[in-house]
């Protein structure tokens, strides 16, 4: 198909295929999780994950004039993503003689919530089908995030060692919002950060000063988070990403929008200005200990990645962190390890407790969006766009060397990001299917 025809295609007036009021759930059962810890233990990750789940159902029920045709892109995805969680079912029975010393009923646990994010991910695909829906959900998303900055920031004045009366344990004195953990809070303000930024672009572009100060305005709330939580990887890449999409922008030949993409530019300095002002004597102190804890780091991954590569087929047992952990403390590490609740890298941890069986298919799943969305001719070059593929690097990025990805509520807020940008670039598609129907 020729990029003339995706693009009349794409132009083509589509009923909306699911109400808006469905698409408002969905975003409560994204964010709500990020407000309750990050529904981080097993009772608030199962809870979260069924009604993600149980959204998605209704979400396809509703989208049936399109799901056909998206369908179609997204079934290799599916179908590896199906066969892992089959896999997972697999260890849970004892079929196929798993050789873990561990129980397996953390690993029921883990399979739901993989589950819950995979609805999430296809409720977020296939609203983003829909034209212009991915920049409302972007917006509102960049709303969320200031009130939950703003929210999150008062409450840590108001008692920094406690979230809703819940002691936040070691390290109380570093700002988390509601997640519990600085550099996963980092993570997620970050996100809602470059949202932010996205949306403000597009905001200049089409001159809507008043809605574009109100960004600006979330925006320095969003930053003054991040730095306050003191997360020196989530600092660096959010601000790596902001400059490279204040970049791209900068360079489009587009000489009509030169005022307001400079008078951006100058907002995001100042912004930058104040928050380094304002909060960032701490955050700055701790790149001072980036070596100490670049050692610790290179320790627990030259140990996590050693067991891991001796990982049986179906691995340990997804869930079993915390057991395995326990039995690799020795006396030359445990003082500098014995505090660690996670491998701190995700694809060491998922492959030591899942082993290579789901990894692969794992990996192969996400393989095969990631070259969608790359070689995709209907591909967006929004600024939102962009602004959704930033979050997802920052989140990957993070979760290479923390825990971003261990949180529920993060790991989902990742598969709603990756919804909207496979979405986006399969619409098209569906709707050349739905006008072909429409016309016979």
């Not at 066969?83 to 079929?95: K, S, T």
């Not at 690097?393 to 940008?421: E, H, Q, R, T, Y």
Request: some cysteine; overall charge positive; glycine content about 10%.
């Amino acid at each position: 198909m020729g990029r003339g025809l995706v693009n009349r295609v794409s132009r083509a007036a589509v009923v909306s295929p699911v109400p808006w009021l469905l698409c408002i759930l969905a975003l409560l059962v994204l964010v709500v999780p990020l407000i309750v810890f990050g529904a981080n233990n097993a009772l608030l990750a199962t809870v979260a994950a069924t009604l993600q789940a149980l959204v998605a159902v209704i979400v396809v029920l509703c989208a049936r004039d399109i799901v056909p045709a998206f369908w179609a892109r997204l079934s290799p995805a599916a179908v590896l993503f199906a066969l892992m969680l089959l896999a997972g079912v697999l260890f849970i029975l004892g079929i196929g003689g798993p050789t873990s010393p561990f129980g397996r009923a953390s690993a029921l646990v883990e399979l739901v919530k993989l589950a819950g994010c995979g609805g999430v991910f296809l409720t977020f695909a296939i609203l983003a089908t829909e034209r212009g829906r991915l920049r409302s959900i972007i917006a509102l998303m960049a709303i969320f995030g200031g009130g939950y900055a703003l929210v999150s920031l008062w409450l840590f004045q108001e008692d920094p060692s406690h979230v809703f009366g819940v002691a936040k344990g070691l390290r109380v004195e570093r700002f988390t919002g509601t997640l519990m953990n600085a550099n996963v809070a980092g993570c997620v303000f970050g996100v809602f950060a470059l949202l932010t930024f996205g949306w403000l672009q597009a905001l200049v572009v089409q001159r809507r000063w008043s809605l574009g100060a109100f960004a600006g305005l979330i925006l320095v709330l969003c930053l003054a988070a991040l730095t306050r939580t003191q997360s020196r990887t989530a600092f660096a890449l959010t601000f790596i990403l902001v400059l490279v999409l204040l970049g791209s922008w900068l360079l489009r030949n587009t000489p009509s929008q030169r005022f307001g993409r400079f008078a951006i530019a100058g907002l995001v300095v100042i912004s930058l200005g104040i928050v380094a002002v304002a909060a960032g004597g701490p955050l700055l102190s701790r790149f001072g200990l980036l070596q100490a804890d670049w050692n610790t780091r290179m320790m627990s991954f030259s140990i996590y990645s050693a067991v891991a590569a001796d990982a049986p087929a179906w691995g340990f047992g997804m869930g079993t962190f915390s057991r395995i952990h326990a039995m690799l403390l020795l006396p030359g590490n445990a003082t500098l390890l014995w505090d660690l609740n996670a491998a701190h890298s995700a694809p060491v941890q998922f492959l030591l407790e899942a082993g290579p069986v789901m990894s692969v298919l794992f990996g192969g799943a996400l393989a095969y969006l990631v070259t969608f969305v790359i070689s995709s001719r209907a591909r967006p070059t929004g600024l939102q766009f962009a602004a959704a593929v930033a979050s997802i690097v920052l989140i990957v990025g993070c979760s290479l060397v923390d825990i971003a990805l261990n949180v529920p509520a993060v790991a989902a807020l990742a598969a709603a990001l990756g919804g909207l940008v496979f979405g986006a670039c399969a619409a098209p598609y569906a709707l050349q299917s739905q006008s072909a129907r429409s016309q016979a």
